[in-house]
């Protein structure tokens, strides 16, 4: 049977004792013989690390594009899914904890299989996504070398906690990604998440140079939703690119996590204020009107309306202008 359940883990190191040291995120995980690291996906089998978690997916679906979210990178499209059992961080609010946090069963797909199914289903590429997908890095590269060639695009949804090698190794294979940026403070990636927040902060940084992306921020009532921790946040991404679409998430209390829901109202004050910086700012898990469709930042015209995943493109040309004041528009179609 074809489970590929050998695939070497790129990125690590041999040490003492059958030990290693696997350098592919931040963690730096020592693992002993036999044991897995923190995300559940490599694991060291006699001395040397394997890719342990290789095609081994929890769900592989059709999706919107819309739905990542992205909303800048072929609105309108649909695109196979994909994503593996485990995660790199333990965020305390985790809305996937079942399949980030603990073992379940998979289902093995070569990346050979994901991309005929993707091509079978008239699918723009694949999504890494719905747990850690970036802890998938040998898939995605495989994946990527087979579909790319064939029209397909590689995105991923992504927490940004990696190292800056393997991410500039990733970045020659991904065309967009969404990077969930979870709080602006370190003390609040260790507390709740174990994690730390500059990897995160590079992560937009070096995606932005050279691929497309989206910043996705749930606001958590207690936690990230000061007017400092947001002024923080939208300046930290008006510094990268004022143009990366940020889109402001309703958080619903969940596994660990019993803080209320995301008022409505602290919703629109975040994005009144992202506003002021930002070209392109969206709210989700929640219907507010207007909230997602996209504007003309220099002269307001509808460009895309959407209604929950009904996607309709009325103001922007195939040269990515606005119909109405020919601005030039971030888009990729
Ligand atoms: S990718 Fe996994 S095994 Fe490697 S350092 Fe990070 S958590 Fe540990």
Known sequence: MD??????ARYWE??????????????????????????MVRRNVNGELIASGYGHTISLTMDPIEKKPL?????????LSVGPNGCNLKCMWCQNWQISQKKVITRFISPENLVNM????????????????????????????????KGLSMVAVT????????????????????????????????????G??????????????????????????????SDEHIHKLVDFIASVNPTIPLHFSRYHPYYKMDNPITPEKTLLH????AQEKLKFVYIGNIKLPGFEDTKCPVCGNMLINRTYYFTK???????????????DIDFVH
């Open 3 to 8: 489970n590929r359940t050998n695939v070497k």
């Open 14 to 39: 041999s040490m003492e004792e059958d030990k290693v040291k696997c350098t592919l995120c931040p963690h730096g995980c020592v693992i002993n013989n036999g044991k897995f690291g923190i995300c």
């Open 71 to 79: 909303f800048h990178f072929k609105p309108g499209s649909s695109i």
């Open 118 to 149: 993707a091509l079978r289903e008239k699918s723009v590429g694949v999504a890494f996504t719905y747990t850690e997908p970036l802890i998938w890095l040998e898939y995605i590269v495989d994946a990527a070398l087979i579909g790319k060639p």
């Open 159 to 194: 927490n940004g906690y990696i190292n800056s090698e393997p991410l500039d190794e990733l970045l020659n294979y991904l065309d967009a990604v969404n990077i969930d940026l979870k709080s602006m403070f370190d003390e609040d990636y260790k507390k709740y998440m174990g």
């Open 196 to 225: 730390t927040l500059a990897p995160v902060l590079n992560t937009i940084k070096k995606c932005s140079e050279r691929i497309f992306v989206e910043v996705t921020n749930l606001i958590i009532p207690g936690i990230n939703d």
């Open 270 to 273: 975040a994005a009144k204020i």
């Open 313 to 327: 493109k009325v103001g922007i040309t195939e040269e990515r202008k606005c119909s109405k004041c020919g601005a």
